[in-house]
């Protein structure tokens, strides 16, 4: 089976050869396909004696329908005839992938995620860059961390272009900015060590700059030009300045001067919308405020500015839906944020991604909220391979089209990506939910980062473990997952098979590894000198040899993902907890065998991180990054001074 167009379709041709290539197709003969543009908001599909016809609004919708088709003819084969009608729900559907939380997508990688966008549907795509793109003025931004260069995100725009994907530039003008204001020859810029000083006119030379740099490397005339979670805005040098300022006037006066630069660049801007209602908020927080809020009495977006409504976090319609009204209050121009909780440790959560996005999308729905970005964050350096988040965006691809999707909708697309079973890829949804926590109106539990990255000797999340021994779970869930993966074909049939491999390597290591302390504290207080030797001489170097695998695998991964840059966090990261295991089980075989005539590390007593968190809801945590969890002490000198 071959595929190729029909003359009247020849504009469409490079991407038809990208999308049908991958899987094998050489596009010069075959399956004759003609792809019409329409302006119904549908796609149609129409087969039948080796003859296709696709119609649809827009490029991408029309290479969904034409994968659509091949999806049928591979499952199906090719004598039947086949028609298909999907309406087209949203008009702006994609995903914001997380390239400045150390991983920088690699262009070859970027290009892979566009080709599944376009077989899927999704027609918008942002590169979130805080520093990792090259502002020539400044040459510390971006230094060290992988930033595009102009002609990558050329490259980058030329081919969403081909494949009918609009690549938007994500950038940060305000805050977020604590990696290229750590350097001394740009800290005259900051207000404090992660916001710019606002009113400078040094500031806004620099996002001038910043602005300019991307508005001519991207197509669009839109720019999210991000501006949330400003939480120290005006504390610091700005203060010294100017005196205390309501957080309201600062930003107003800056939004002002940021407009007027895009206003020069022809741009579009948008921005996160929780500085807006952090301001109705007796404890400045995003969603707290009061669903009856005069909105309208408070701040308000300069005329021309889209508010980004983000929210990861409800299960329920209803608050969608409020928070949405509440926006329009705000402006006309709403975009809607979900996200598919790709940073809370080693693994995607994946039941919290569907549990969130399903009544998110629904309320877009039923609030007419057509515009939907699907967030992709690496917090903590990124230990969340990106790639492995494809159940939760084929989720919130399908949700533009047709009827509310089910399972079998996520399912099929899936298996069709990447030749791999959808089921097996579920247990990646297992790692991090140990209660039902989820039932009592809480998402988000990390008990998988915390076992495996914590300490044997200094244990510190054995009291939150309450003594229950997790290994057993986590051992389950490694059988489950194949040692080795036949993928399919492409870049995702491969990824997708690796990534199933290297979470069967972490589930093994975690089954060694987390009750092992817990072990060892049980032995050290029975004085059974012989299990302390055997876990020294045997099981330890045994998880060495476990936790080496994970950490060959995930370089492997990343560095088909992203670029080289970052990569030296995890590899420190993963050597330190090598290096630290050698050194426990040094100190246990010489306590073992009476070198040592105590281990004081093992004398104190086990204190819950979250004492408010126990029984079945002992595992729920907050947001605990690696310094967190490997020590107490401070792995960094942690307390600096302001330099202003």
């Not at 119609?55 to 969904?64: G, H, K, V």
């Not at 590899?571 to 009476?594: H, P, V």
């Amino acid at each position: 089976m071959d595929f190729t167009l029909t003359e009247d379709s020849k504009k469409y041709e490079r991407g038809f050869r990208e999308l049908l290539s991958e899987r094998g197709y050489d596009c010069k003969s075959g399956i004759r396909v003609q792809l019409k543009e329409s302006t119904e908001r549908e796609i149609t599909i129409s087969y039948e004696k080796e003859q296709a016809v696709i119609t649809a609004s827009e490029t991408a919708f029309l290479y969904r329908g034409l994968m659509s088709l091949v999806m049928q003819l591979e499952a199906h084969g090719t004598e039947k005839p086949y028609a298909k009608r999907e309406e087209i729900w949203l008009d702006h559907n994609g995903c914001m992938v997380d390239s400045s939380r150390n991983c920088v997508m690699s262009v070859s990688a970027a290009k892979a995620w566009l080709r599944m966008q376009a077989c899927v549907g999704m027609n918008v795509m942002m590169l979130y860059t805080e520093d990792t793109y090259e502002v020539p003025e400044y040459p510390y931004f971006g230094a060290l961390r992988g930033r595009y260069t102009a002609e990558e995100f050329k490259e980058l725009d030329d081919y969403a272009q081909m494949l009918g994907i609009e690549l938007i530039p994500c950038i940060e003008a305000l805050g977020h900015l604590q990696q290229p204001l750590r350097w001394p020859a740009m800290r005259d810029l900051r207000d404090t060590s992660d916001i710019a000083l606002v009113g400078d006119e040094k500031v806004y030379d620099f996002l001038r700059a910043c602005i300019r740099q991307v508005s001519c490397c991207f197509r669009t005339r839109k720019v999210h030009l991000g501006m949330d979670e400003a939480w120290s805005l005006g504390l610091g040098r700005y203060l010294l300045k100017n005196g205390y300022t309501p957080k309201r006037e600062i930003i107003r006066k800056h939004m002002a001067r940021v407009m007027d630069i895009c206003r020069e660049e022809g741009l579009e801007p948008m921005i996160w919308s929780d500085m807006y209602f952090r301001v109705h908020s007796k404890n400045e927080q995003y969603y707290d405020v009061p669903f009856d809020t005069d909105m309208k009495s408070g701040e308000r977006p300069p005329e021309g500015m889209a508010l980004v409504y983000w929210d990861y976090y409800h299960l329920d319609e209803d608050y969608y839906c409020n928070y949405m009204r509440m926006h329009r209050d705000l402006t006309d121009r709403v975009v809607f944020a979900g996200g598919g909780w790709t940073w809370k440790g080693f693994t995607p959560d994946l039941k919290v991604a569907e549990a969130v996005t399903v009544p998110a999308l629904n309320a877009c729905r039923k609030e007419q909220i057509r515009d939907v970005i699907y967030t992709l964050w690496g917090d903590d350096s990124t230990e969340t391979p990106l790639f492995s988040a494809l159940g939760p965006v084929l989720l919130c691809a399908e949700y533009g089209f047709g009827e509310t999707p089910d399972t079998e909708r996520i399912k099929e697309r899936f298996e069709f990506l990447t030749g791999c079973d959808y089921e097996v890829y579920q247990q990646l949804g297992r790692f991090e939910v140990l209660t039902e926590g989820m039932n009592n109106k809480k998402v988000g539990s990390d008990p998988a980062k915390c076992l495996f990255q914590q300490d044997l000797l200094l244990g510190i999340f054995d009291g939150q473990t309450e003594g229950v021994h997790y290994g057993p779970y986590y051992a389950e869930i490694a059988n489950a997952l194949p040692e080795q993966v036949k993928g399919g074909v492409g870049f995702w049939g491969s990824e997708m098979a690796k990534l199933l491999e290297y979470y069967h390597v972490f589930a093994v290591a975690l089954a060694k590894k987390a009750d092992m302390g817990l072990r060892i504290l049980e032995a050290y207080q029975k004085k059974d000198l012989d299990t302390l030797k055997r876990l020294a001489e045997k099981e330890i170097p045994e998880l060495a040899v476990w936790v080496e695998k994970c950490r060959r695998l995930r370089e492997l991964i990343w560095m088909r993902e992203g670029k080289v840059f970052g990569w030296e966090v995890l590899d420190i990261r993963y050597y330190g907890m090598s290096g630290r295991m050698e050194s426990t089980a040094k100190r246990l075989k010489a306590y073992a065998d009476g070198e040592l005539i105590s281990l004081p590390e093992l004398e104190e007593k086990r204190l819950p991180v979250f004492p408010e968190n126990t029984g079945e809801r002992r595992m729920e945590g907050g947001y605990l990054s690696w310094i967190d969890i490997a020590a107490v002490s401070p792995l960094a000198w942690a307390w600096l001074p302001q330099v202003y």
